[in-house]
């Protein structure tokens, strides 16, 4: 890059540019080649920029300084343009639509940013610092690629050709600090007896099954639900990125490997739910199933493998049972349907239905359970359900989420573990509850 001209003055925004890349690309270069200490590194960048101000004679205001050190070293150690979008707590999703066009979520909204990349290098640039600790690769061969960053959050790169406008990122922020079933709770995201109902499926072992759409928080109440489990037991988790961050000791985390150039060396999630098996695990917890992994799923949950979670993309409960089948019958057996819905219904107790609303909120809008079979049709019983109710200010969902009345017929196995809900929690007295129960079978 060329030398910067010296002048006393604040730089235009052309020269602060040249100024600022100048900059990265001198030290990067010392970096590379040892010149700069291994520690303390942005104390030496600090040093280094005062030296070019003092040798360029350059009279730059303090927050304009403040202004180029952050730039420098986020591109130097983060992120490059993005890392002060990261580092917003009130910003939950980064996208980056080719180097001039990213946009962020703030509390539910999309709005366009002023942050810009020099140019589609620079963004592949920043790709690479992603996926390269993790071993992955996005080239022209394997243009897409899933990873996440050091703090878990999820990270999704598009590259030409597939990305006909530019290197795409997609980041769905993780927060520092994880959310309590309290904290969904006062975000009325679900209510206190929907939560005790839940905990204590939990920790009687009941097969659960979260479904929900793109970016409805299934991850985040699969954490949830995740840390009723014991500390006594020993749980595997399972991801095509890990995501997941549970609280208890005795974990095994394992993450899917993508192929190498020669298309060898993977390692799936079936793979692993496979493997997983054989690690004398007490639960099983899947990030996600989208494909011939579910039957692995359904014949663990039916051999012995309770207490198993995991999430799935549906836009119900009904439609997290089709979408089952349909994945089922990707792992390539040639299973009649009815056999496929009867593992589904031997093995699924329960469907925790997650959806984002309209105005940005994120619910849990049904609790279902899987009661059977009638014929070649799986039973599907609404325990809660969501009944919107309106629309208030600025475009806000109004409803209230309800317990149907019905008690579950897994009710018993919930007494068996300790757990006496009261009527109270399922919206009917104890008359109700009973006839309701001898009406079913």
């Known amino acids: 890059m060329s030398r910067l001209e010296p002048g006393t003055s604040q730089l235009s925004s052309p020269n602060l540019l040249k100024l600022k890349y100048y900059l990265i690309n001198t030290i990067s270069e010392e970096i590379e080649s040892g010149e700069a200490p291994a520690e303390n590194r ?29 730039e420098v070293v986020d591109e130097l150690f983060g992120f490059g343009p993005i890392q002060s979008l990261l580092d917003d707590p009130n910003i939950s999703e980064v996208m980056v639509n080719g180097p001039k066009n990213i946009y962020v979520e703030r509390e539910g909204k999309l709005t366009k940013t002023t942050v810009t990349f020099e ?51 997609t980041i769905r922020k993780f927060g520092k600090d994880k959310l309590s079933v309290s904290q969904l709770i006062d975000f009325d995201s679900i209510t206190k007896n929907m939560a005790e109902f839940l905990r204590a499926c939990v920790l009687a072992r009941l097969n659960i099954i979260i479904s929900g759409g793109t970016g409805s928080g299934k991850t985040t109440l699969l954490n949830i639900l995740s840390s009723f489990i014991p500390e006594t037991e020993r749980i595997v988790t399972i991801e095509d990125a890990a995501e997941l961050r549970l609280q208890q000791d005795h974990i095994v985390r394992l993450e899917t490997k993508p192929t190498n150039a020669e298309g060898f060396g993977g390692v799936s999630i079936r793979d692993l739910v496979r493997n997983s098996l054989r690690m004398r695990p007490d639960r099983i917890v899947i990030g996600e199933v989208r494909g011939g992994e579910a039957l692995d799923m359904l014949q663990a949950m039916n051999t012995g493998h309770d ?22 019958l990707m792992s390539g057996m040639d299973l009649p349907i009815k056999v496929v819905r009867q593992q589904v219904a031997s093995a699924i107790d329960l469907i925790v239905q997650q959806t984002r609303l309209k105005d940005g909120s994120r619910k ?74 001898r009406r079913r079978h």
């Open 42 to 70: 942005q104390e030496y960048v600090s040093q280094r920029l005062s030296d070019v101000y003092q040798r360029a004679n350059l009279n730059l205001p303090v927050d304009m300084r403040d202004h180029i050190f952050k």
């Open 307 to 328: 207490g198993s979670l995991t999430t799935v993309h549906a836009n119900s409960p009904r439609d997290a049972l089709s979408r089952l089948e349909t994945l089922v």
């Open 119 to 169: 140019d589609n290098d620079h963004v592949r640039r920043i790709i690479e610092r992603i996926i390269s600790p993790l071993g992955r690769r996005v080239d022209e061969d394997s243009p897409t690629v899933d990873a996440r960053l050091p703090d878990g959050s999820r990270v999704n790169a598009v590259v030409l050709p597939v990305a006909i406008d530019g290197p795409s990122i």
């Open 364 to 437: 849990v809008v049904a609790i279902s359970e899987v009661a059977g079979m009638e014929g070649d049709t799986i039973i599907l019983s609404d325990i809660f359900k969501f009944a919107q109710t309106g629309v208030g200010a600025n475009d806000k969902i109004l409803g209230e989420m309800k317990p149907t009345g019905i008690r579950p017929m897994f009710y018993p196995r919930l007494e068996a573990a300790g757990f006496k809900l009261g009527a109270e929690v399922f919206g009917a007295n104890i008359t109700a509850m009973l006839a309701s129960n």
